[in-house]
């Protein structure tokens, strides 16, 4: 008798965290003195940007396709719509050479901006006899995240394969401040 009941209270337990572990979770919590559902504010992001400044953003901009009649290698952006605040001359330099750098396939050049330990060759020369088109940005914004700039670039480009198909695709560059305080290439995302 002792373990038949040892045996229903170990079942009645297993199933008390079964059904915890499956229950279906909501935004509410149940008051203890009422038995009412009383409804739970979300906790804030932590890593949500404290200081935020959008030249161009990715929500309302209409980002076009190249089909492969329209598809010219090179560089087609028209920076100076955009050259305001953060995005200055230095900041395009930087970012223009090394878009071009990938253009011409010219892996030094495509270095000559980047941080020290940044990646991003993989993006743009592991695949042999592929060209590209950068022709438009789809983001520009200046951020503080836990005390530390950052100003992301988004740029579209097609991709013109070895065989003559083209793929439409965007990335985002991270720029920030060195430890001598100069602006580089964190990040190609």
């Not at 003195?33 to 504010?41: D, H, K, R, V, Y």
């Not at 940007?49 to 087609?76: M, N, R, W, Y």
């Not at 992301?152 to 793929?167: E, L, S």
Request: hydrophobic share 35%; with cysteine; net charge negative.
């Amino acid at each position: 008798m002792k373990n038949l009941t040892r045996g229903i209270l170990s079942l009645c337990l297993i199933g008390a965290l079964l059904l915890s572990a499956c229950g279906k979770a909501d935004d509410s919590t149940t008051s203890e003195e009422s038995g009412t559902i009383l409804p739970t504010t979300p906790t804030p992001a932590t890593n949500s940007p404290a200081d935020s400044e959008k030249l161009i953003d990715p929500a309302t901009k209409e980002v076009k396709e190249i089909a492969e009649a329209d598809f010219t290698k090179g560089v087609f952006i028209n920076f100076d719509p955009y050259q305001k605040s953060f995005f200055d001359d230095d900041i395009i330099s930087k970012f223009n050479g090394n878009i071009e750098a990938v253009v011409e396939q010219d892996g030094e050049k495509f270095k000559e901006h980047l941080h020290e330990g940044s990646r991003g060759e993989t993006y743009f020369f592991s695949e042999e006899g592929v060209q590209f088109m950068f022709y438009d940005l789809d983001l520009l914004e200046k951020l503080t995240v836990h005390g530390r700039e950052q100003i992301r670039v988004g740029v579209q480009y097609a991709k013109k394969m070895a065989d003559g198909t083209i793929q439409n695709q965007g990335i985002t560059y991270f720029f920030t401040k060195n430890k001598a305080g100069e602006w580089g290439i964190e990040n190609i995302d």
